[in-house]
């Protein structure tokens, strides 16, 4: 192991890390974005229509909870494996960075979607009767309300989807997505070089501390409660 404070050891896989490095956050980040485009909204419906929200619907949030479980019950790796002909076909590949972002889209987006329905649950129901009474729309008590009351609590949700997007990526790295979870598989278990190993895991847990570091202080600064 402590190879790895050797000059040998980063001449050699000093350039791999490096770019399995920025592969896992571009996978990370896209796929962020594009799972908070779709669980962001579904969030917001299911705030809405559930039985003491603003538009209650039965029907609509009866689906969206069914729809939203069974995303968040199936196994990245069995999801990943299970839409390989999708991915293709809407990427163009099964594998590489394209290859994994639909997989952790659709595996982050239901997870989003409880994370943002819970977070906007917190929201004083007070405020939302006194917006109601000054004739504000469903989508103004959205925009100006829910979403703006609730930005705290969605920072620190953003933080703990951001992660397991993140764990997610070291995953993917099991049927050659790239990123440091492919390295690990590559190098560390079947080439067996165990510093390899150690390296890529202390590599995500420095990103996983400074993910939650940089959205703790975000919502800290920005919640009125501790002003």
Not at 41 to 49: F, N, S
Not at 82 to 103: C, H, Q, S
Not at 179 to 185: H, M, P, R, V, W
């Amino acid at each position: 192991m402590s190879e790895i404070f050797t000059g040998a050891f980063w001449s050699q896989y000093g350039s791999l890390l490096s770019q399995g490095t920025i592969d896992t956050l571009i996978m990370t980040g896209i796929s962020t974005v594009f799972a908070y485009i779709i669980g962001l909204p579904l969030g917001v419906l299911l705030i809405l229509t559930q039985p003491h929200g603003i538009r209650p619907n039965k029907t609509v949030y009866k689906l969206l909870g069914w729809i939203i479980n069974i995303g968040r019950s199936l196994p990245f790796i069995i999801l990943m494996i299970a839409i390989m002909d999708f991915t293709k076909l809407l990427v163009g590949t099964k594998i590489g960075i394209r290859g994994a972002i639909p997989p952790l889209v659709i595996s982050a987006a239901p997870f989003i979607a409880r994370m943002v329905e819970t977070s906007l649950a917190e929201v004083d129901t007070g405020v939302i009767e006194a917006a109601q009474s000054m004739g504000a729309s469903t989508m103004q008590i959205v925009w100006k309300v829910y979403l703006p009351e609730a930005t705290p609590s969605l920072i620190l949700g953003g933080a703990i989807s951001v992660i397991t997007i993140l764990a997610y990526t070291a995953i993917a790295g099991a049927v050659g997505s790239g990123g440091l979870g492919d390295l690990a598989i590559r190098y560390g278990y079947q080439r067996k070089v165990d510093s390899m190993m150690l390296i890529t895991v202390l590599f995500l847990i420095v990103l996983v501390q400074l993910i939650q570091f940089v959205f703790s202080r975000v919502s800290t600064h920005i919640d009125k409660r501790l002003k």
